[in-house]
């Protein structure tokens, strides 16, 4: 099971709808008000539903919505904050079995905060059904290395390294690309032929995002002390600094992502 918090979903929701790329959403728009057949999106590892809540508004109206999760709570959920539509199904599904992706009718594929868990032969396998039957992708907020702090402490670059080193671990779909994965989506899907653009699409957390920061904060210990390279003294002391820099009024942190839209040639 994927683990993925409902609570932490809900908190990164509002930063991640602000860090999105107009650019790409438009693109994503565009390309869909063009397509005469097929009309649906399959938005894969959908959670509680946040690619949905934040592109249906801005996509045509008659387009139809598969969301995809394999954790059945995260699936509750989504349709009950989604509630009855008629244009939106649910479906469960493990994305290891990927010849059983749901693509018929599917005009493009969507993510978000996904990628980063998956391996190079995921992506290779995804990226050649998405060829055979010309879907495209739309992988929003892939998590992309960097992070910076306005009020630095001596041991962030050793932190971000070890968190950087921690995301290649397995999260269920391979040995996880983390920060490469838009790079590694990006000439996959070159190979394949298609069109691709890559926008920034950074978080930005200042005052107004401390619960979300402290979270995001939190689930640095974990990782740090399975790496093993700072001590148990030194995550704790790192930890609390950085926590109590969030209230100073100069403190801000940004930590970088990147959209992808992939469409057939
Ligand atoms: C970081 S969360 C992102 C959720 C949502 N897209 C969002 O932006 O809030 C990753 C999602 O991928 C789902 N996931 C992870 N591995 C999966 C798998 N093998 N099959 C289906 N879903 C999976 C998790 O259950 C979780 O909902």
């Not at 590892?45 to 508004?57: D, K, M, P, Y």
């Not at 892939?142 to 070890?162: C, F, I, K, N, R």
């Not at 640095?220 to 930890?239: C, D, H, M, N, Y």
């Not at 109590?244 to 801000?252: F, H, L, N, Q, R």
């Amino acid at each position: 099971m994927s683990g993925f918090d409902k609570g932490w979903l809900t908190l990164r929701e509002p930063v991640d709808q602000a860090a999105r790329s107009p650019t790409l959403l438009s693109a994503l728009s565009y390309h869909l008000a063009a397509v005469k057949s097929p009309r649906a999106l399959l938005d894969i590892g959908c959670g509680t539903g946040s690619t949905w809540r934040s592109l249906h508004a801005f996509l045509p109206k008659d387009i139809e919505w598969r969301l995809l999760d394999y954790d059945p709570e995260l699936l509750a959920e989504a349709k009950r904050r989604i509630g009855a539509q008629a244009r939106v199904r649910f479906h469960r599904h493990d994305l290891n079995d990927l010849d059983g992706l749901p693509l018929d009718g599917i005009a493009v594929v969507t993510a978000s905060a996904f990628f980063d868990l998956c391996s190079e032969s995921f992506c290779r396998r995804l990226v050649a059904r998405l060829r055979d039957v010309r879907s495209g992708l739309y992988a929003a907020l892939t998590y992309d290395g960097h992070m910076q702090w306005s009020v630095p402490h001596l041991l962030d670059p050793m932190a971000v390294e070890d968190f950087n080193l921690h995301q290649r671990s397995d999260k269920g779909l391979g040995a996880a690309l983390g920060p490469d994965a838009t790079a590694t989506l990006r000439s996959l899907f070159e190979e394949a032929g298609f069109r691709i653009q890559i926008a920034e699409s950074p978080w930005r957390m200042g005052q107004g995002y401390a619960p979300m920061q402290e979270a995001f904060l939190q689930g640095f210990v974990q990782p740090l002390t399975e790496i093993g390279r700072l001590s148990e003294a030194e995550i704790k002391e790192w930890l609390a600094f950085r926590i109590d820099a969030i209230a100073k009024p100069e403190s801000s942190c940004v930590v970088g992502h990147l959209d992808l839209l992939a469409l057939p040639g």
